[in-house]
């Protein structure tokens, strides 16, 4: 069962996913998502780096859904959303090989100049989407405040987000506020 605060996290979570506001996620958002940041990082469609990148999302997506469509309709609604991520915090094996690669995917994928870092543009860029301001939840995130986000900050601030029920882990603002 999920907290209050956990519940929250993982509505502003879905809303950010839920790239088209339709009310569920479906493939469609994943390969939104998926093009938005190709775009940002420079990748070109056809790519055989464009072309793992969407293998590994189609993969994140096809899992995510087997587990989280229990109505098997292709799509993903905020309560079987919530009920997923109840069911990821509650499996440390399941949060592992659900939000492992994906974790490592997403650092990636922000890191646009490939050098371990990122830096608040990288962080603004990809989350220009997302009603909050870049700048607060970035500071939150630079927990050494040299400037930059490394792999271990970001692997650190996904995993409070999803497993802390502190307000105010920094993790926990990863998606703005909630």
């Known amino acids: 069962m999920l907290t209050d605060l956990q519940t929250r996290k993982f509505t502003?979570?879905?809303?950010?996913?839920?790239?088209d506001h339709s009310g569920y996620l479906e493939f469609a958002d994943v390969q939104t998502i998926l093009?938005?940041?190709a775009q940002l990082n420079?990748?070109?469609a056809g790519s055989p780096e464009y072309e793992a990148a969407q293998s590994s999302f189609r993969t994140r997506?096809?899992?995510t859904r087997q587990f989280a469509d229990?109505?098997?309709?292709?799509?993903v609604t905020l309560d079987e959303w919530l009920a997923y991520c109840s069911a990821l915090i509650q499996s440390p094996e399941m949060f592992e090989q659900d939000m492992g690669s994906l974790i490592s995917s997403n650092a990636r994928l922000m890191d646009r100049d490939g050098d371990g870092l990122i830096s608040l543009e990288d962080f603004a860029a990809v989350r220009g989407n997302l009603d909050s301001d870049n700048?607060?939840?970035?500071q939150r995130l630079d927990r050494n405040g040299d400037g930059y986000i490394s792999r271990?900050?970001?692997?650190?601030?996904?995993?409070?987000?999803?497993?802390?029920d502190d307000?105010?882990?920094?993790g926990n603002w990863f998606f703005g506020p909630f």
């Not at 700048?135 to 970035?138: G, K, P």
């Not at 271990?152 to 802390?164: G, I």
Request: charged share 25%.
């Open 70 to 75: 229990t109505n098997r309709d292709d799509r």
């Open 42 to 44: 420079g990748i070109v």
């Open 152 to 164: 271990d900050e970001f692997v650190e601030a996904y995993r409070q987000f999803f497993l802390s």
């Open 35 to 37: 093009t938005n940041l």
């Open 135 to 138: 700048t607060a939840v970035f």
């Open 167 to 170: 307000p105010d882990a920094p």
């Open 12 to 19: 502003r979570m879905f809303n950010a996913f839920d790239a």
């Open 61 to 63: 997506w096809e899992h």
